[in-house]
Every structure is written in C-alpha cells, then in structure tokens.
C-alpha cells in the first residue's frame, strides 16, 4: 500500500536520481529540467511542491513518485490537470493506479473541484490503461499538440468528472 504525503526535504536524493533517468521524464513536461540538479530538487521540495495540490508517493519509507492537480483559472477553475510520474524500478506493479484513485478521492473530498483531466503522449500507453483503471475517459485525441525535444506527438485527453 502507498502513502500519499508532501515531500521533504530527505526525498532531494531520490528525486535527483529518479528525474535523471530518462525514461521517467521521456513524456513528462519539459519544465522538468534535464540535468535534475541538487537545486532543482531543493526547489521542488521547498517551492515547487507547495503550488496547486501535490503530493509524493510513498511505499515502504521511500520516495517512488509524484502526483499533482494543476487548477485551472477564471472559468476553468473548477477543473484541475492530474499529473504524475512514478520512478522506473516501481513500474508495472499498480502503483500509478493507487496513486491516481487515492488523489481522485482526495481531490473531490477536499476542494470545489469538479472535474480531472490527464494530457498522455500518444505513445504512452501504459499511462492511458492506468487511466481507464481510475475510471477516466478518453474525450479527444488532439492532433500534434505536443512537441517535444524535436517531435510532434498526439495528446490524448481523459477525463473524470465529480460524480
């Protein structure tokens, strides 16, 4: 079972070694930076975590992730962006799936948001089956509306309403 807590400062180590490896990152935003330095993880610890709602993803003591919700603004603040990473040795043992349904819950329970949504890069299959297990469904596939270090990828948009 994971534990969804804030980040700290002892997860620096963790984060640095896991935001380095580039299939992590490979279709995560490039606001990441490439290298992951020592003061970009002690700016996410201490800054970057503590914008919008973020937490780590714990299992066993030890940082293995990262989800986020990214409120929208104006007329779309009822609807937040879900985000989230989960480091390479942890893949494929659910607990992306864990993540995302203990966050979904806290998120609806905890604020006025209404409605979830995750952007995939079309190749990233593994997270839009991650989706569907959560109850998330696909709503559009936007034509090339990524570019990523060179390349053009679809977006493809899943959604989750408050029910």
């Known amino acids: 079972m994971i534990t969804l807590r804030d980040f700290k400062e002892e997860d620096t180590a963790a984060l640095l070694t896991i935001l380095n490896e580039p299939q992590v990152v490979k279709y995560l935003s490039s606001r990441i930076p490439k290298p992951y ?15 919008g709602i973020v937490k780590a993803i714990e299992y066993n003591g030890a940082l293995i992730g990262c989800i986020g919700a990214d409120r929208g603004v104006f007329e779309y603040q009822r609807s937040a962006e879900v985000g989230y990473w989960i480091a390479k040795d942890y893949w ?26 995750a952007s995939v890069f079309s190749p990233n299959t593994a997270s839009e089956r991650v989706l569907t297990k959560c109850e998330f469904t696909l709503e559009a596939i936007q034509k090339r509306a990524i570019f990523k270090e060179g390349e053009f990828y679809n977006s493809h948009l899943f959604s989750l309403l408050k029910t």
Request: aromatic share 20%; glycine share 8%; charged share 15%.
């Open 37 to 51: 330095t020592l003061e970009d993880a002690h700016w996410w610890v201490f800054t970057g975590s503590r914008i």
């Open 92 to 117: 494929g043992q659910g607990f992306a799936t864990q993540a995302i349904k203990q966050f979904t819950a806290f998120v609806f329970e905890t604020t006025d948001i209404v409605r979830l949504f």
